[in-house]
């Protein structure tokens, strides 16, 4: 299995409050991205990154920022909580981009009251 | 717009069965996608394709390229194959770096014992 592991793997928080996500992986792949995934939709891409310092937005990055300081780390951070942001989060990693398998993180249940 | 479309959304079958279930996608690719993911919530990768056919096991993934078409084929179904069962495509930024993947709902497969 590759090595992605993501934390907190289970959050409850209020609205307003700061949440952070982390996607740490020991492969040492180039790119990261982060999904959400809620009921009715399919996997919905929020932010990737491409390189230490290089991210750009998805189909449903508003209310998320990101960063990535270095190849084994990605944050997620959500300034201010809202309850349409509850939902599962997963990262993913690939070597070379989309037209390379992706391997999945085991997720992160994120519920905002 | 891009779009993924998966047929069935559900499928119920008796252990033993022959599996099929379609995509459809709306723009040219270079690649698909098939994943599976677990009643928990684990996402794995299955294949990735660009032409032609690939097996795994009991599992089959084949594509059409030119009718933008691909099946993910299950034989001799078992209870243990129960999941949800993703394919997915890229979506080329407009950076020409490869952005993201546009996934489908998924068909959610039960099989009976």
């Known amino acids: 299995d590759a090595g992605i592991t993501q934390s907190p793997r289970h959050k409850v928080t209020e609205t307003g409050t700061p949440v952070t996500l982390r996607c740490h992986q020991t492969e040492n792949h180039r790119y990261m991205y982060w999904y959400r995934q809620d009921p009715g939709h399919g996997l919905r891409l929020i932010h990737y990154s491409y390189g230490v310092k290089d991210t750009d937005k998805g189909e449903v990055s508003d209310g998320y920022s990101v960063s990535r300081s270095k190849t084994e780390d990605f944050l997620l951070t959500l300034e201010s909580a809202t309850s349409s942001q509850t939902s599962v989060y997963f990262c993913?990693?690939?070597?070379?981009?989309?037209?390379?398998?992706?391997?999945f993180g085991p997720g992160t249940r994120l519920t905002v009251l | 717009k891009n779009e993924v479309e998966q047929s069935p959304q559900n499928l119920t079958a008796q252990e033993g069965e022959f599996i099929t279930i379609n995509c459809s996608y709306s723009?040219?690719?270079?690649?698909l996608h098939w994943l599976q993911q677990h009643p928990g919530g684990g996402i794995v990768s299955l294949f990735m394709?660009?032409?032609g056919k690939k097996k795994h096991g009991r599992l089959i993934a084949t594509i059409n390229i030119q009718e933008k078409h691909s099946s993910l084929h299950i034989t001799a179904s078992h209870p243990r194959d129960s999941a949800v069962y993703i394919c997915?495509?890229?979506?080329?930024?407009?950076?020409?770096?490869?952005?993201?993947?546009?996934f489908g709902k998924g068909t959610k497969l039960s099989v009976k014992p």
């Open positions: 993913a990693i690939s070597e070379t981009g989309t037209n390379n398998e992706q391997f």
């Open positions: 997915a495509v890229p979506l080329m930024n407009y950076g020409g770096s490869q952005g993201n993947l546009i």
């Open positions: 394709l660009s032409s």
């Open positions: 723009v040219g690719i270079s690649a």
